[in-house]
């Protein structure tokens, strides 16, 4: 990376920039179990294509994955069905909430991408073809990739699974559209637990990295999927990673990346590097506004930017 400090700066001046930013957002409570997490938790971690990681504050704490979970279950359709996965879902960013409704209703069941819930749901229905287990095949997943034994949160998923009624109806409207194939309750449940998995800023920098060196994994020493396919996965992070403020997180960003209610965001430097970060009180786009402003001044001081 171009710049004139070592890493250890950029992050140390990163923590202090951030500072000013607790209190702007809220803890999500939506899924009551999260609403129990400390809101002034901070933690980053930088991990290079090149072998370098560094990690500050709570970066090794584990934290809820949340829809973070969607981009790896996204990588696992695609390295198992290929091309058809387009066949269940788009490629276009909605313009709307994670969980909007009435736009799927519109476009007959048919989700606008895999990051938004409905789109997740087709994922899961996907995944659920081939095990009875998705869930687990995606902690496994990100396990394998980050080389760490990852774990669900049993109590937020079952907390989610209690007051998933939002989730309910658009697998419920896609039910009935026909474009979700298995018992509602069975997509949910996967679903929920999925986006229950822990992990934390270390191993989620160490998971992503594959797609910041062309599918190749510098932690595992393996290519886990084709340079295409990590192209492809970054387009759709930039387009459709943070659902309705991808504009505003392009503008102050400039990197593909997936965020999570739980307040972790992955973001991808092609070539370069993948960065992690979690604090947990979100903006009403469900992005964590600490974690949004630590990766904007991430990429002012170091210039890191695709765009
Ligand atoms: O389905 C939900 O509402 C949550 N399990 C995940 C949503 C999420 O993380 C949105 N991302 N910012």
């Not at 957002?25 to 938790?41: C, F, M, N, S």
């Not at 994670?98 to 995944?127: C, K, T, W």
Request: include cysteine; charged fraction near 20%.
């Amino acid at each position: 990376m171009k710049h004139e400090l070592s890493l250890p700066e950029v992050l140390s001046q990163i923590e202090k920039t951030v500072r000013p930013q607790f209190g702007k957002g809220r803890v999500a409570d939506y899924i009551p179990e999260l609403a129990t997490v400390d809101p002034k938790k901070f933690g980053m971690a930088v991990r290079t294509v090149s072998g370098q990681e560094y990690v500050i504050g709570d970066g090794d704490e584990p934290f809820s994955a949340q829809s973070v979970t969607k981009l790896f279950a996204l990588g696992i359709a695609l390295n198992r069905i290929g091309d058809e996965v387009w066949t269940r879902v788009g490629k276009e960013p909605s313009g709307t909430p994670f969980n909007y409704l009435s736009q799927l209703e519109h476009e007959a069941g048919f989700p606008r991408n895999p990051f938004i819930n409905a789109g997740a749901l087709a994922v899961v229905d996907m995944l659920l073809k081939g095990t009875r287990r998705p869930d687990l095949t995606v902690r496994d997943y990100m396990g394998f990739l980050c080389q760490n034994a990852l774990t669900i949160d049993e109590a937020v998923a079952r907390s989610e699974i209690e007051t998933a009624h939002k989730n309910r109806a658009i697998a419920n409207l896609m039910k009935g559209a026909g474009t979700l194939h298995h018992e509602v309750e069975t997509v949910i449940a996967a679903y929920c637990r999925q986006c229950a998995i822990t992990l934390s800023c270390r191993d989620l920098a160490r998971a992503a990295l594959p797609l910041a060196a062309g599918g190749y994994s510098p932690v595992i020493e393996e290519t886990v999927f084709p340079a295409r396919q990590a192209r492809r996965l970054n387009a759709l992070l930039l387009t459709c990673g943070v659902y309705d403020s991808v504009g505003s997180f392009a503008y102050r960003v400039g990197l593909p990346a997936k965020s999570g209610v739980g307040g972790g965001i992955v973001a991808i430097v092609p070539g370069q590097a993948a960065i992690a970060v979690w604090s947990p009180e979100l903006d009403r786009h469900g992005t964590s506004v600490v974690g949004f402003a630590a990766l904007e001044a991430f990429s002012q001081i170091t210039n890191c930017s695709v765009l």
